[in-house]
């Protein structure tokens, strides 16, 4: 299995995660190959994005329908290296790659319980307006997060 | 197979459906028992009563970010007769059962192929406030609709 | 609201739950309505069921490609009593109604966490030959289990 | 916007495309922000990138569970240009990008009823045997209709 682009050294990369949510491996998110099917991945990459957004305090205002701000995703890749079953305890694994103006690039890795990558994964985040679709710039509150 | 509670004869049942829109099971719909995942068949009624509704008229203003009303389901069931597999084409049927003040109830039925029933259902569709969540009345118009 | 056709006394059939499982409802599983679709209140019941089933030690067999049986949904039903949203860490609660030859009926209650009732529903569910869809009746173990 | 590294002219990029097949975005793929959820993005390349299969002659034996040979997703990437929203009807376009021995580079081009394109994306596939995992070779068969 070649290395993707988006990673440089496969051991530095993977001991500078230290954001992990849990996931199991629901039976409805199988498929008739008898394993996970592959558009899941990027649901549990929503999933690690999420929490990781609410544990740095960005999330807050974007779900609320009040707030002008959402997250879109501008891209999204996915390198599967391993095959993933039903009731798996996964862990998702999260951190930040750059961060830009209004947008951020996060790279993910799924680790199964054998502690094997199962999923290695990039993506770039903007925050947009919910009106005008425009992106906006991060606040420098939001910025000090991601830059922790 | 014993028939379900809100069906009194499943011949006449069956014949009184003209309204009928196409589906083609996914392979993400599967699950590893290698069939369609019962959750699906619940996604199947959805598409097939915001078909209807739209035939009748009445979606275009749920859809619109400016209307207050929106449609939420009260109840929904599902029996299930006949396994369904992967690039099966399904009919999913919808009629109208019943017309309340601000609620329907409709029937649904997916055949397959071959002519087979292989779900049978029903469910209360409520119209609300999306503010409130109150129960808003069918118009005269929307009623009209629903009673053809 | 209207107490379901399923549910005798309510106060009673909510105290008769003793299995509970938790889940958050994930950004995907919401839809443009803003709230939680309902087509994904049967996939917190299949995640409730399966564990329910794995806890009493049926669940081992099912999941093994080599072995015969397999459960499938003979008839699924939710009563809808309130909306819930994005993030909301819910219960999904699972009890013992019948015991079939080769059957079991399962109720099922979804809890939000201000103690909400926000689902309630029932379905049966059949155990199969992988091979032949014919039903299979319990041994005593799972007999015994399902009785417990 | 920036084109993604697998595109070299775009112009040409786009009309290169041969095989489109059509979806409707429906109500439960939408999410709380009111468009599409971005992990659908890869339902709709499993669409198109089975019916593409399916098309050339080479689906067939995979969903057989007689045969030994499945294919895997071994990457995927999607760049999202335009957000997209509930019952548009879209094209998903597929073409060949490279053929390996036992894999081939695909590339997918989803386009709105106002011909705008609103995601672009590729990814390799693997055919693998279901019982070792190990790749195997296309037969010459495949390999010509992949070739067309």
């Known amino acids: 299995m070649n290395t993707p682009n ?7 990369w ?18 008739a190959f008898g394993h996970l099917n592959n558009t899941n991945a990027f649901v549990y990459f929503e999933i690690g ?3 990781f957004f609410k544990e740095c305090g960005i999330a807050a205002t974007w779900f609320s329908e009040k707030e002008e701000t959402i997250p879109v995703a501008a891209d999204l890749q996915c390198d599967f290296r ?16 750059h961060v830009g103006t209004s947008s951020v690039d996060l790279h993910y890795m799924i680790v199964n319980g054998k502690s094997e990558v199962c999923m290695t994964g990039r993506g770039r985040i903007v925050q947009v307006s919910r009106f005008s679709g425009k992106s906006v710039p991060w606040s420098d509150r939001a910025r000090g997060y991601l830059n922790q």
């Open 82 to 97: 391993q095959q993933v079953f039903f009731d798996e305890n996964l862990h998702v694994c999260v951190k930040v790659a």
């Open 6 to 12: 988006y990673i440089e050294d496969f051991t530095a």
């Open 49 to 51: 994005r999420i929490e």
């Open 14 to 31: 993977k001991q500078a995660f230290k954001h992990k949510y849990s996931v199991t491996v629901r039976f409805s998110e199988t498929d």
